[in-house]
Each structure stands twice: as C-alpha cells, then as structure tokens.
C-alpha cells in the first residue's frame, strides 16, 4: 500500500475492511457453540495449546500451554484478532491470533495454524446413571482405585487405592474438577480429578487416565 511521503500507512489487514475479509476466510470454531468440557487442541506459531470449554456463553475456559499458561488457567476467551484493535467475539480462527484476559492482563498468542476439537476431557461417567454394587477402575496418573457404587442417588461409593484409601473406605463422590473452582457434579472423567468427601476431609486425586467398569462378583466386604 502506498502513501504520500510522511503519511501514515496501515496495512490493509489491519483496517475495517482486512479485518472483515480476512475473519471471512478463516476457517475456525465459534465456542459459544460448544458443550460444557469440549477440549480444544490449538497450534499457534510457537505453541500448542489446550482448551476446556467451562462456560461456552460467558466464553470461560481453562488454558495451558507455553510460557504464558504452563498450568491450568481459568481464562475469559475474548475472541480472534489480527494483531489489531478489531476482535471476532468467541471466535477461534485458522491465521488469526486467540486472545485472552487472565491474571487481570490481555494475552494475544501468535497466529493460530490449527486446531481440532477431542474427546479427552469429556469421556467419562455419570455416577447417578450406575446401578447399586456396579463396579469400576478409575486409573490417575498415580493410583489405581477400585470403586463400587454403593448409592448412585446420592454419589455414595466405596473406594480403595493408594495411600487415602489403603482399605475399601465408604465416600461421597462430589465429581471431576480440574483442581481448582470448577466441578462437574458426580462425575468421572478423563482428564480430570476426582474430588470426594471421606472422614471429615475431602481428597482430591491426581488426574484420571483412564475409566473401565467392570463386572465383579465377590462379595463386597461388610458390614457397612
């Protein structure tokens, strides 16, 4: 684009119209259409980055990834930009940057150049939609726990595992987390820790790797 000597050139993309054209190429995802837990995989420039969709209306999510989230991070997903002042609202799209607001500051990655949604994060089991005495194995990153479902009305379960429970010990199953303020009641899930009252204390488990109910006969060991 040229100007006239000493004035002031903006590059198209950056203007009203380049912006409107270039967020009409891009092929992208809008995540206020997304379900609650939908788990993101977003490669940029220089990072691949992992999103949970916690609230897809008020476009909460959790983000990791690179030096910016090395952990978890619940985040406010303000939408796709072109590096400019212009933003596509809960938008993420293929050539342009994501930008955030978490730690009370503005994040802007560098361009997006893929993305894909997965299962990971979502993949679980509904306690309330178990039968009396079912069992299953839930397998963290550092424990296997043995759980039978003891009252699926209200998330009452007997779990060994570990050194919280060396021995079968009765617990309330609140649901998955990832760690911090966000829960999803009554829920295994992969990608996610268990969160459980037992003794007076509640004990929140590593992340879940892997589900498997599984058919057991013996006898559960009593009385209870």
């Given at each position: ?27 992208g ?13 977003v490669?940029?420039?220089?990072t691949?980055?992992?999103l949970?969709?916690?609230d897809?209306l008020?476009?909460?999510?959790l983000v ?40 009370g ?25 178990l039968e ?28 060994r ?25 009554n ?34 060991p009593?009385?209870?």
């Amino acid at each position: 684009m040229q100007g006239k000597p000493g004035s002031l050139v903006v590059p198209h993309r950056h203007t009203l119209d380049g912006f409107t054209a270039t967020t009409q190429r891009s092929d992208g995802i809008d995540i206020s259409q997304l379900d609650v837990l939908t788990t993101l995989t977003v490669s940029t420039s220089n990072t691949v980055y992992r999103l949970v969709i916690l609230d897809p209306l008020d476009a909460r999510v959790l983000v990791q990834g690179g030096q910016l989230f090395p952990q978890f991070t619940e985040a406010r997903f303000n939408g796709a930009s072109s590096g400019g002042s212009f933003l596509k609202l809960a938008w993420i799209g293929r050539g342009l940057r994501m930008e955030f607001y978490a730690h009370g500051k503005r994040v802007v990655t560098s361009r997006v150049k893929s993305l894909a949604q997965v299962s990971d994060a979502s993949a679980g089991i509904d306690l309330h939609k178990l039968e009396t005495f079912e069992t299953l194995v839930a397998t963290t990153a550092n424990t296997s726990y043995q759980i039978t479902v003891l009252d699926p009305s209200r998330s009452h379960i007997l779990i060994r595992g570990g050194r919280f429970f060396p021995e079968p010990t009765k617990a309330r199953l609140f649901g998955g987390s990832f760690g911090g303020s966000f829960l999803k009641p009554n829920w295994f899930g992969c990608g996610l820790r268990m969160e459980l009252y037992s003794g007076g204390y509640r004990v929140i488990t590593s992340t879940v790797r892997s589900l498997e109910v599984t058919q057991d006969d013996a006898k559960l060991p009593g009385p209870f």
